[in-house]
């Protein structure tokens, strides 16, 4: 399927989006993205290949109400990306949960308003589904975040409010078209524009010694590749329904730092004492007072806690298969260095 009308890309110039635009774009499709009228930060989509035929960019806000209903004109699919992911807010609410929320029905309500849109594929997030590993458990697409608020990991509670605000409106309004929700993991991989991501910072972190120490921690990665694959994936696959836990592989700190040594770059500050113990543990969560409120809050949910997930639904309905995790961060790396982000150490 190759539809000659314009795929919607909203938020195109973020890290996961530019990535659905250059694949778009690569596989034929025309696209429509939506960037912010305040943003620098979009130059580098009109430079992808196939740009100038076959990418438009619109202006669009998050907080504007009708602002998404001449992104969507004429359009059969949407994806909505757009959504503030930032660790350190001044005010949740109207940092994080308004944009989040507000912009996924403002959109919804311009889809509807099109009578054109068929799907809408939107980017959620583990989020969604938890704040808070839980090793006697298999998360999966049935779970939802039923903990975060907007004094526990708001951005936690920004994805899952926005969530549940698109099911919502599919309930109740009953559109002419279909909701797929994308849940990523942490999103690692390398970059289209030259700003670096919360995902991609949390890599560095490890690689410019931030952490005291390896930390009883483990996270899912996933490469924005295949994020972007997933989005397309799910626009095209006409069986594709509810939501798909989107993620490669969980591995531990310990284990993320053996990898990186082995691959070369034992030479950067990474970190080296074993704190993953019940008091390595105990003094971090000690430590996290310490942080920016957010980020304390969410090392004190997340250490010592192992995450287990089931991605069998996202591989088996859309046939996706992801990228080695070793693969991706090794990018991850290189292309922090070649923008900048990131100094290798002296030899
Ligand atoms: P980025 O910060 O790179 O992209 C966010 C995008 O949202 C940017 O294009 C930004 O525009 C846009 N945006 C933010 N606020 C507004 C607003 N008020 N109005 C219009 N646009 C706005 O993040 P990612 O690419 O990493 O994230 C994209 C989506 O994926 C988000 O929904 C995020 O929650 C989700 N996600 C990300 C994960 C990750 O690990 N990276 C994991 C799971 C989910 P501008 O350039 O103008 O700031």
Redesign the pocket.
């Known amino acids: 399927m190759k539809t000659k009308k314009p795929v919607c890309v909203?938020?195109?110039?973020?890290?996961?989006?530019s990535h659905i635009v250059k694949q778009l774009l690569e596989q034929g499709y025309r696209v429509r993205g939506t960037?912010?009228k305040?943003?620098q930060?979009?130059p580098f989509l009109l430079a992808l290949p196939g740009a100038a035929e076959h990418l438009e960019l619109v202006e669009?806000?998050?907080?504007a109400p009708g602002s998404y209903d001449k992104a969507v004109e004429g359009c059969d699919y949407v994806m909505h990306?757009?959504?503030?992911?930032k660790n350190k807010v001044k005010n949740p609410q109207t940092d994080l949960v308004d944009?989040a929320v507000n912009?996924t029905e403002t959109l919804l309500e311009s889809c509807l308003k099109s009578g054109c849109v068929k799907r809408v594929i939107l980017?959620?997030?583990?989020?969604a589904i938890t704040d808070e590993p839980d090793s006697t458990k298999i998360f999966t697409e049935k779970e939802w975040n039923i903990m975060s608020s907007l004094d526990r990991n708001p951005y936690h509670y920004s994805?899952t409010l926005a969530e549940l605000a698109a099911w919502d409106f599919i309930m109740k309004k009953r559109p002419p078209f279909d909701l797929i929700a994308i849940n990523?993991?942490?999103?690692i991989g390398p970059s289209l524009a030259p700003s670096l991501?919360?995902?991609n910072e949390m890599i560095r972190d490890i690689m410019i010694g931030v952490y005291p120490g390896i930390i009883d921690i483990n996270w899912g990665f996933v490469d924005v590749r295949d994020v972007a694959k997933a989005h397309i994936l799910a626009m095209e696959t006409d069986t594709a329904s509810g939501r798909y836990l989107c993620s490669a592989e969980a591995l531990h700190m310990r284990e993320v730092v053996a990898l990186l040594k082995s691959s070369g770059f034992d030479k950067y500050a990474l970190p080296k004492a074993n704190m993953t113990g019940k008091i390595g543990t105990l003094l971090m969560k000690g430590l996290s007072f310490t942080q920016p409120k957010d980020i304390g809050m969410y090392i004190r949910t997340t250490i010592g806690r192992t995450m287990h997930y089931d991605n069998s639904k996202i591989r088996r309905e859309l046939g996706i298969s992801f990228m080695p995790v070793r693969e991706s961060l090794i990018e991850t790396i290189k292309d922090m260095v070649k923008w900048g982000h990131l100094t290798p150490p002296k030899k």
Not at 123 to 127: E, K, L, R, V
Request: aromatic letters at 10%; glycine letters at 8%.
């Open positions: 909203t938020g195109a110039s973020g890290f996961i989006a960037v912010r305040s943003s930060n979009y669009a806000d998050l907080l990306t757009a959504s503030p992911y944009p912009g980017t959620s997030s583990i989020a994805k990523p993991f942490m999103v991501n919360t995902s």
